[in-house]
């Protein structure tokens, strides 16, 4: 699945053997599995609501300062996008046809100028957040040691109730085919 480079190094080829993954100790899947029933917001926060959502946020450490971040930049830019929708619809609320023959044109281009701008508000929302999530100013998560030595001692705890290999195996990790147009330089 498509995850941010940090998660994807945090998970590495780490795969629950098959007696975890029986009991749901297993990554979240949002190709198959529903958010709403591993994981609940509080706040900025994830909380698990099952096993897969508990060994999922432990074992890539998804409440780590970053992603609350984001969580935070989002809940607020949301907000913000609420406004803007909620002062276009007043706009188009307006019957033109009422107003002064003078104001007409004047409120049909306002209208559909703020229609406009709150639609390319609403698309540069991921863009921003993307950005913000790279960005080398990010301050260090005070927080990340304890919350490492939290989880690497939970995960332990795990691979101590099913014993067996927590690597994916040669044959488990799928990697992309090679196209036959495609030429090694």
């Known amino acids: 699945m498509y995850a941010c480079d940090e998660c994807n190094q945090r998970k ?10 029986n009991s749901g100790v297993r990554f979240f899947r ?15 926060r994830l909380k698990p609501k099952s096993i897969t959502g508990k060994f999922t946020i432990d074992a890539i450490d998804l409440n780590r300062l970053t992603l609350r971040r984001i969580r935070e930049i989002r809940s607020r830019l949301t907000e913000c996008d609420r406004f803007v929708a909620g002062g276009i619809s007043a ?26 701008m709150g639609k390319m508000l609403a698309d540069n929302i991921d863009l921003l957040l993307s950005d913000y999530a790279r960005s080398p100013l990010i301050d260090s ?15 332990k705890k795990l691979e101590a109730l099913y014993p067996g290999s927590w690597r994916a195996s040669s044959k488990q990790i799928q990697r992309p085919k090679r196209s036959k147009r495609t030429k090694k330089t």
């Open 12 to 21: 590495g080829n780490r795969s629950p053997p098959e007696t975890a993954r």
């Open 30 to 44: 949002p190709d198959q599995d529903f958010h709403h029933e591993h994981f609940e917001k509080s706040g900025i």
């Open 91 to 116: 706009l188009r609320t307006i019957h033109i046809d009422h107003l002064p023959a003078h104001i007409k044109a004047q409120a049909a281009n306002s209208i559909r100028n703020a229609s406009r």
């Open 141 to 155: 998560d005070p927080e990340a040691t304890a919350r490492t030595i939290e989880r690497a001692s939970e995960l």
